[in-house]
């Protein structure tokens, strides 16, 4: 099956630090999304984003479907974006689509 | 606009009993999914209903199983409960009925404990 992989594994920052998550897969993909985990479980939407740039405040993603990877940047970090970070291809299996997720990077942002 | 909604959050069973999770879509979402994450196997699906049909299972044992109403909410059930079933259940909801080709949104999840 498909494999996506998330590097950093683990990422410690000082507040207002930038960072780059990376988000490898291994086969063409129908979509792409990532998600922030908080500290009680729930993944927040960040960006859905097949392809292309977006922006939404402090972070931004980009996603190119040809070399099959995502980028997730974080400008002027604050505490409150420590958490875990997923990147979640769609594939289609079955006869339906589903999310296959990679492993995740865990953020420290420190004040 | 209300979120997905999960219930209960939080749950602890014993081994061999059995335990029904319940999830509510966001309104006018028609399909849901389920995912299971666990810190050894990360996040993983479940599966996934529309209109009331299974259209896609995980690798998962038949102890697993779910159904989805004609409001769109979903249950899903699980069986003779084993210590390796302890895990954050999520839900997810998208417009369907190309399930995950739309963006998906996720619930709080619920938190199962089997001892």
């Known amino acids: 099956g498909i494999q996506v992989e998330q590097s950093p594994p683990d990422l410690i920052l000082q507040e207002g630090a930038n960072s780059t998550l990376r988000c490898n897969f291994s086969d063409s993909v129908n979509n792409l999304q990532w998600f922030h985990q908080n500290p009680w479980g729930q993944l927040i939407n960040l960006f859905y984003i097949p392809s292309g740039t977006k922006q939404n405040g402090r972070l931004s993603a980009t996603t190119v479907a040809t070399e099959r990877y995502s980028l997730l940047y974080i400008s002027s970090s604050q505490t409150t974006d420590s958490g875990v970070y997923f990147c979640?291809?769609?594939?289609?299996?079955?006869?339906?689509?589903?999310?296959?997720f990679g492993k995740g990077t865990k953020l420290t942002v420190n004040p | 606009k209300a979120g997905v909604t999960q219930t209960p959050r939080y749950l602890i069973k014993t081994r061999g009993q059995q335990v029904t999770l319940s999830c509510s879509p966001i309104s006018g979402h028609r399909s849901v999914s389920w995912y299971q994450q666990t810190p050894g196997q990360g996040l993983q699906f479940l599966f996934e209903?529309?209109?009331?049909?299974?259209?896609n299972k995980g690798n998962f044992p038949g102890r697993f199983s779910g159904r989805q109403f004609s409001n769109s909410r979903s249950e899903m059930n699980v069986s003779t409960l084993e210590l390796g079933d302890s895990a954050l259940y999520l839900c997810a909801s998208s417009l369907g009925p190309q399930g995950a080709l739309y963006e998906q949104y996720f619930g709080p999840g619920t938190r199962l404990t089997v001892t």
């Open positions: 979640a291809v769609v594939i289609t299996q079955g006869g339906s689509e589903k999310l296959v």
């Open positions: 209903y529309f209109s009331e049909t299974q259209r």
